[in-house]
Each structure stands twice: as C-alpha cells, then as structure tokens.
C-alpha cells in the first residue's frame, strides 16, 4: 500500500532544483521546521530520484514530497517508486496527469489558458499550476477563476514571492510555487531556513486578510 498523502500545513511548494542528494535533510529539514508543507525536486536536477527517496523515507510522513518537471509516464512511475507522492509538471499532458493519479499521487500541471486549464482538469488534475505567473500576472488569473470551478487549487508559480502574495491571493490563487526565492544550488540550509520562515509569515497575513475579506 502507498504512503497516505499528508494533509499540505500550507499551499507552499517548495522547488529545488538543482540540489544534490547530500543536501536533502539539512534543506528539507530547514522547509519542514520553517511550515512548508510541499517539496518539489526537479528531475532535471543531479540524481533527482536518490533525492526524492531520501526526502521521502525522512519527511514523507509530515510533508508532501515529490518531483518537478515531471514531462512522461515513465517519470510518473520513477518518482512514485521512489516514494514521491507529488508530480508537478510544466505542461499540460493528459498521460501525465492520468497516470499520476493512477499511481495515487497529487497532480499539479502547469496551465496558462482556459484551454489547458479545462483539459488538466478533465484528465484529473488535483489542481493547477499557473506558469509562468509573471506572464499572466494576477489580473490574468483573476480573468480564468471566474470561470474555473471554485474549488480547484490554484498556484502561481514562476515570479512569485512574498512580496506579492497579497496580490495573487486576491487574484483567487490557493498557494505558491516558490523556486530561487528559497533555494539556489548551494545555498545552505541556514538560509533556506530563514527565507522559508519570511514566506510563511506573508503566506499567513496574507492569507487571513483574504479569508477576512
């Protein structure tokens, strides 16, 4: 049986790309102590599926973990073997999304149209990801939720960072796809640790204001 998904703490996914398999539980642990509740490793880092299964088997079963530029059925099955729970993906590819949730995992893929949001949620998806969030911008996503069911989970990935979560919050956006705000290659754990603790607290303030308003 696989790993029961955890309940996300918050809407934050926290993408390394780039990091190395001796990096994951001085970063990871920085994430999850800090309140993230989701880890994205790009497979188009070093060794991405040692890191998955390292983040997995210690933090598994407190935080969502999982890959990131997940583009084939084939990487949907490597990253669930490795005990990945989350797929996110820069595209919309029906197959993908299918076969992620076949394998009983959360599916986040990348949307910019009405168009491709309504074929990743027919094909399954948990919820979208809007990227790049800078080219659409809030006033974009703002346009597209008033026609997507409301219940769907919505990420702005790509630009994002606590300086306008305010802004994509009241665009009607769920959470935030955070990349080099909080991890570069190489970047210690004692910084990733400070900037996650920054982006919760806006996420929280900015949060409240929306759910008060």
């Known amino acids: 049986m696989p790993k029961a998904n955890p309940a996300p703490q918050r809407h934050i996914i926290a993408i390394l790309r780039g990091i190395l398999p001796r990096e994951i539980q001085g970063v990871c642990e920085a994430l999850v102590d800090a309140g993230i509740g989701m880890i994205e490793i790009t497979l188009n880092s070093p060794d991405p599926l040692t890191s998955v299964d390292l983040a997995a088997g210690l933090f598994g079963d407190r935080v969502l973990i999982g890959a990131g530029t997940v583009l084939s059925t084939k990487d949907v099955d490597n990253v669930a073997d490795a005990g990945g729970r989350l797929v996110v ?120 204001e929306a759910a008060s308003t």
């Not at 990227?131 to 069911?149: D, K, Q, Y």
């Not at 705000?181 to 004692?190: C, T, V």
């Open 89 to 208: 993906s820069p595209d919309t590819n029906p197959a993908v999304i299918r076969r992620s949730r076949e394998r009983e995992m959360v599916s986040y893929p990348g949307v910019l149209t009405p168009t491709e949001a309504f074929l990743a949620l027919g094909a399954g998806a948990s919820g979208l990801k809007f990227f790049p969030g800078e080219l659409i911008g809030p006033t974009g996503i703002s346009a597209m939720r008033a026609v997507l069911p409301p219940e769907t989970p919505i990420f702005a990935v790509g630009g994002a960072s606590p300086a306008n979560f305010a802004a994509y919050f009241s665009a009607g956006c769920t959470g935030f796809g955070l990349g080099s705000f909080l991890y570069k290659a190489g970047r210690p754990p004692e910084e990733v640790a400070m900037r996650a603790r920054e982006a919760v607290a806006a996420y929280d303030l900015h949060f409240s």
